[in-house]
């Protein structure tokens, strides 16, 4: 079967609700991990089900915890802290899910028989030497070709508390550092430049024992280790950066309304928002509400005819890591010249992100200056294709598949699209949605 979507024409005119767009990928594999080390039952309404959680939960097996996915929810039988049980040199594959590689080594590191830890083409090209050099000083043996996967990690019960600087501004280092932390006796302390904090609300939720100071730039997390805590319920809500690829449709089709139900609105991810406004679109948020310490609402949005450049503050840039290829290419529609600085993050993810925004403004005719990690991208809002274009998407990234459909459907031209099932790993209903909505895509 063909693995890629043809599309040849525009979406207008749509006023549609997304009651259950799909479940936070990182908040279902958060829940997961910590499932796994709670003392008890734990159940979780709306997990996401994807391929990155599904390997997840399929390596959280493997190390000896007993799962059951039934059709509504997902119950896992945590044993407690270290309480995994599994064969020297168990082998758990990863797949694409670079939170979860990142996130289990630091699960891992207290645990004494080695585990070897595997992914796909793609997250075997990125770099674990982030989280490998905080878990050195904590005690655990890693082996690894320059710091890539396949990892073999050896913990040890004896680790010892850390003081470390984070300073990439990564959720999945600072968190592989905590559940580190969890699980060794004393205080670590991180200090780290702001990124999503979804473990640290999790962790106080939980009643763990962990404390934040922030400033303007700066974050000190203060934690220590080794209380247990019991199974929990959850019921994880929608994932703000699938909703932003409907939230980027309607913006740029005409005359258009979406009502995206339930999203997880955690300020730590709602650069987009905050962008967006800046540029003049029209966004409400309703029915807010704060669901076991994490914001959650209902998202607005319509098509806005004018849209104006943005200067990026750089504050935003972890807060809407995942988002950048969508906003860039709204800034394409956008009068005027939008300014991005520091984007080296952007290299570093399931594809070299910053490159392929380049390459892909360039080839829809966008004039874009780039110098090392800075972008200019000139807007043009008459844009309108006419030519053919084909996108092939080697590294098989799930967001640069998405946002390629989204420009397909509201710019024009004739579109084919290849490595449509890249969207298995964050967001496998994204085609179905799309044509709900009425998008014609085949
Ligand atoms: C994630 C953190 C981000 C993000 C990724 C999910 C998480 O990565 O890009 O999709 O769940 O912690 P970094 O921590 O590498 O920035």
Same mark, same amino acid.
């Given at each position: 079967m063909l693995n890629s979507v043809s599309i040849s024409n525009k979406i207008n005119k749509f006023n549609y609700t997304i009651n259950n767009i799909s479940g936070d990928k990182s908040l279902s594999i958060r829940w997961a991990l910590m499932a796994s080390q709670a003392v008890g039952i734990s159940k979780c309404f709306n997990i996401l089900n994807s391929e990155d959680v599904n390997n997840t939960i399929a390596s959280l097996k493997k190390l000896g915890i007993k799962i059951k996915k039934k059709k509504n929810y997902c119950e896992i039988f945590g044993k407690g802290l270290n309480g995994f049980s599994y064969k020297n040199n168990t082998i758990i594959n990863a797949g694409n899910s670079g939170t979860f590689a990142r996130l289990i080594m630091g699960v891992l590191a207290s645990s004494k028989n080695a585990v070897i830890i595997k992914g796909d083409k793609s997250l075997s090209s990125r770099d674990f030497g982030r989280v490998i050099k905080p878990l050195n000083l904590f005690g655990v043996k890693i082996n690894s070709k320059k710091n890539k996967l396949p990892i073999k990690i050896r913990g040890n019960n004896f680790l010892r508390p850390i003081n470390y600087? $984070? $300073?990439?501004?990564?959720a999945q280092v600072k968190s592989c550092i905590l559940l580190s932390a969890l699980n060794t006796f004393g205080e670590t302390t991180i200090k780290c430049k702001?990124?999503?904090d979804h473990t640290e609300k999790l962790f106080k939720y939980l009643n763990l024992p962990v404390k934040i100071n922030k400033n303007k730039n700066f974050e000190i997390i203060k934690i220590k280790g080794k209380k247990q805590y019991k199974g929990f319920d959850y019921k994880i809500p929608g994932d703000i950066s699938s909703a932003s690829f409907f939230i980027a449709l309607t913006l740029l089709a005409n005359k258009s309304k979406i009502l995206l139900k339930n999203i997880n609105i955690n300020k730590s991810r709602t650069g987009i928002l905050d962008i967006l406004k800046k540029m003049n679109a029209k966004i409400k948020l309703k029915n807010k509400k704060i669901y076991k310490g994490e914001p959650v609402a209902d998202i607005s949005i319509s098509s806005a005819s004018k849209l104006k450049a943005i200067n990026c503050p750089t504050s935003y840039n972890s807060r809407c890591i995942d988002e950048f290829l969508i906003i860039f290419l709204i800034c394409a529609k956008a009068k005027g010249v939008s300014y991005f600085k520091n984007l080296k993050e952007l290299r570093n993810k399931e594809s070299n992100r910053l490159k392929i925004s380049i390459n892909f403004l360039k080839m829809i005719g966008i004039k874009v200056v780039s110098k090392s990690n800075n972008l200019k991208i000139y807007g043009n809002p008459d844009l309108k294709l006419k030519k053919s274009y084909i996108i092939k998407n080697f590294k098989k990234d799930h967001r640069v598949f998405m946002m390629s459909c989204v420009a397909a459907l509201t710019l024009g031209g004739k579109w084919k699209i290849f490595d449509k099932d890249s969207i298995n790993s964050s967001f496998p209903k994204f085609l179905k949605v799309l044509k709900n909505i009425g998008a014609q895509i085949n």
């Open positions: 600087f $984070e $300073e990439k501004g990564s702001k990124s999503r």
